[in-house]
């Protein structure tokens, strides 16, 4: 991989209080984080044989690309639009592409501890909510056979996808989009194409623009099924014995109303990290937990979905596909619990934090 270019000296931070202009404000949060990006590239390029560095590298790397461009995203009446789409685009490739091999490992760990669990070689953790803890100890058991070779059939397939990640993920940092990608984030750090939105009070122009983000989580969410999330799922209805579970469209169609909650949150969060000098306070701790609860619905969904390619698989024995059903079936049920949880945390109105007091 080339050398990638030095960091740029991170700018001031943006002055506080009502008299900050705009432009300030958003241009000094971009410095840090396109700051952070290069030092993140330099010491990926640094890393070498170092597996753990390197892994920490990208997942800083990743952080500060999605920070730039959940920005770019929220702020973009401030900026140039042909420019700050055309930059998030990209940034968006690149924290996809590097995200998928961790995405793999976390599957493949989260998948065979639940096996284990659930053929009775690991013990149940103590759960709080009642959903999940319905869950647990309606579909837990032992398992026939098939579960040995249930685990094996989804570490090879992980594993493969792991792998593959692993290579395009390299792929990618040594590519010329990558490279074009990084002289983007290097004058980011020093020239900021603004409209003259820009210079006018910080106060004025960036609550607004703010309060439109906090509009569409709110939008999102009240869409949300949560009363029937309000109720501890029914366990008995998934224990059937399910020889071909799939991803079925019907829970991909669930599912998607909660990802885009979890966008929505992510783009919010990163706002009031934007109004951190004009509003202090950080992000309220039920929106803190509502992320990561967010978080483990998306992991368990992704979870369900790859036991169900897993139980897909051709002239695998019935008790491979039956423990693959039952392991389709806990996980479905920890998407649940989750929305179960999210619903008793979601604060149903957020404190005015992106308004004038």
């Not at 009363?227 to 169609?253: F, I, K, M, T």
């Not at 483990?296 to 423990?323: N, Q």
């Amino acid at each position: 991989m080339a050398r990638p270019p030095e960091p740029a000296a991170p700018r001031g931070a943006a002055p506080a209080g009502p008299a900050a202009l705009a432009g300030e404000a958003v241009a000094g949060y971009l410095h840090e984080h396109a700051a952070d990006f290069l030092r993140s590239l330099k010491l990926h390029g640094e890393s070498g044989a170092d597996t753990a560095a390197a892994d920490r590298a990208a997942r800083a790397l990743r952080r500060s690309a999605r920070r730039i461009g959940g920005t770019l995203h929220t702020f973009r009446p401030l900026l140039d639009p042909d420019w700050a789409d055309g930059l998030r685009t990209e940034l968006d490739w690149l924290s996809t592409t590097l995200a998928q091999e961790h995405a793999c490992t976390s599957r493949l760990t989260l998948l065979l501890d639940a096996l284990a669990r659930l053929s009775g070689t690991a013990p149940v953790p103590h759960q709080t909510t009642g959903a999940t803890a319905t869950a647990s100890t309606t579909v837990a058991g032992p398992l026939p056979a098939g579960a040995a070779r249930a685990g094996a059939l989804l570490e090879r397939q992980l594993t493969l996808a792991r792998t593959r990640a692993h290579s395009a993920a390299l792929g990618a940092l040594g590519s010329a989009r990558f490279h074009a990608l990084a002289d983007a984030v290097t004058l980011l750090s020093s020239d900021l194409p603004l409209r003259p939105l820009a210079a006018s009070r910080a106060d004025d122009i960036l609550l607004p623009v703010a309060a439109d983000a906090e509009r569409r989580l709110l939008e999102g969410a009240a869409a949300l099924p949560l009363g029937r999330a309000g109720h501890p799922y029914n366990a008995d209805a998934l224990v059937p014995l399910l020889a071909e579970p799939g991803p079925a469209s019907g829970e991909e169609a669930q599912d998607a109303p909660w990802h885009r909650v979890r966008r929505l949150l992510r783009l919010h969060r990163y706002a009031l990290e934007v109004l951190e000098p004009l509003r202090p306070g950080g992000t309220p701790p039920a929106l803190t937990r509502a992320g990561l609860l967010l978080d483990r619905h998306r992991d368990a969904a992704e979870a369900a979905g790859a036991a169900a390619v897993a139980a897909r698989t051709p002239r695998i024995a019935p008790a491979t596909a039956y423990a693959l059903g039952i392991l389709h079936a806990d996980q479905r049920h920890e998407v649940e619990a989750a929305r179960f949880a999210f619903q008793e945390v979601w604060p149903g109105s957020l404190a005015v934090r992106t308004r004038t007091p």
